[in-house]
């Protein structure tokens, strides 16, 4: 997908089998979107793309067609909001520690320089070239995915946010219509920047407060146990009223609902893959 040229060119044929050379590559790249620390649940409203995907999960769509119509709209939307880059949507069907997925990759093409040689009179000259490097086996900050369970719909999102001018748009929360809580990684900048304001406004120690969190989280995390605001308010501000209180307030009104809980990675496995080729 092309959008400042405006090109746009669907595959016809699913990727059944994938190459052993290529397969690291995409496992790596899936790894690190199970891994995200991004990745922000979701909920579809009034979502097109939600009755697609009901319509391919009731027999309704193929695999094949329900790909390119999610990479159109894609494509459209994009156009719309003014994101010309080059890109490759793939969609996959995913199983992840028994659980499966559908997971739609936006994947935005990099630029490096290569060299190429070429003969002229019998005379050897090497030419740098600008070559377009179609997928990363990373997660770049273009790139934009979405995971659904296939079981109960339920949506993630990864993606950072496009900056045009004053403007941030999150382009997957718009075009997939959907409403997006704060990622772990957005949680816990937002915990570590109010914890440590108020501990400054009430001369507390920072340092030792900021500590604290960091510790609680981690126990948390590597329990697999949930933790709720309140418990935090109160293990961080106990003996200061003022600043628990504050805490909670600043807290609840952004809208923050945290959760230590997240995926860990174990094994995944191929169904079938889809993508969109450039031309």
């Given at each position: 997908?092309?959008?400042?040229?405006?090109?746009?060119?669907?595959?016809?044929?699913?990727?059944?089998?994938?190459?052993?050379?290529?397969?690291?590559?995409?496992?790596?790249?899936?790894?690190?979107?199970?891994?995200?620390?991004?990745?922000?649940?979701?909920?579809?409203?009034?979502?097109?793309?939600?009755?697609?995907?009901?319509?391919?999960?009731?027999?309704?769509?193929?695999?094949?067609?329900?790909?390119?119509?999610?990479?159109?709209?894609?494509?459209?939307?994009?156009?719309?909001?003014?994101?010309?880059?080059?890109?490759?949507?793939?969609?996959?069907?995913?199983?992840?520690?028994?659980?499966?997925?559908?997971?739609?990759?936006?994947?935005?093409?990099?630029?490096?320089?290569?060299?190429?040689?070429?003969?002229?009179?019998?005379?050897?000259q090497n030419e740098i070239i600008l070559y377009k490097t179609l997928f990363s086996n990373?997660?770049?900050?273009?790139?934009?995915?979405?995971?659904?369970?296939?079981?109960?719909?339920?949506?993630?999102?990864?993606?950072?946010?496009?900056?045009?001018?004053?403007?941030?748009?999150?382009?997957?929360?718009?075009?997939?219509?959907?409403?997006?809580?704060?990622?772990?990684?957005?949680?816990?900048?937002?915990?570590?920047?109010?914890?440590?304001?108020?501990?400054?406004?009430?001369?507390?120690?920072?340092?030792?407060?900021?500590?604290?969190?960091?510790?609680?989280?981690?126990?948390?995390?590597?329990?697999?146990?949930?933790i709720e605001t309140d418990e935090i308010a109160q293990m961080l501000f106990d003996e200061h009223p003022l600043a628990k209180s504050e805490f909670l307030?600043?807290?609840?009104?952004?809208?923050?609902?945290?959760?230590?809980?997240?995926?860990?990675?174990?094994?995944?496995?191929?169904?079938?893959?889809?993508?969109?080729?450039?031309?």
């Open positions: 997908m092309d959008t400042k040229q405006n090109i746009f060119v669907p595959s016809d044929i699913e990727i059944n089998q994938i190459n052993d050379e290529i397969l690291p590559q995409i496992e790596s790249k899936l790894k690190k979107i199970f891994t995200s620390s991004n990745r922000k649940k979701a909920q579809f409203v009034n979502s097109p793309i939600e009755n697609m995907i009901f319509d391919y999960k009731t027999e309704n769509l193929t695999f094949q067609q329900l790909s390119v119509q999610i990479a159109q709209i894609i494509f459209e939307e994009k156009r719309k909001l003014n994101i010309f880059h080059t890109s490759d949507f793939l969609l996959a069907e995913v199983k992840f520690d028994d659980i499966r997925y559908l997971i739609g990759i936006d994947n935005a093409n990099s630029y490096k320089l290569t060299h190429t040689t070429q003969t002229i009179q019998n005379q050897i990373n997660l770049t900050k273009d790139d934009r995915v979405f995971l659904i369970e296939y079981a109960n719909s339920s949506l993630q999102i990864i993606e950072n946010p496009y900056v045009s001018q004053t403007n941030k748009i999150y382009v997957f929360e718009e075009i997939l219509q959907c409403h997006a809580q704060h990622s772990y990684k957005e949680t816990m900048d937002l915990l570590n920047m109010t914890v440590e304001a108020l501990s400054n406004k009430y001369h507390l120690d920072t340092m030792q407060t900021i500590s604290s969190l960091k510790s609680l989280i981690k126990d948390n995390v590597e329990n697999d146990e949930t307030e600043q807290i609840y009104s952004i809208g923050l609902l945290f959760q230590t809980n997240y995926f860990m990675f174990r094994n995944f496995t191929f169904f079938t893959i889809d993508t969109t080729k450039q031309p």
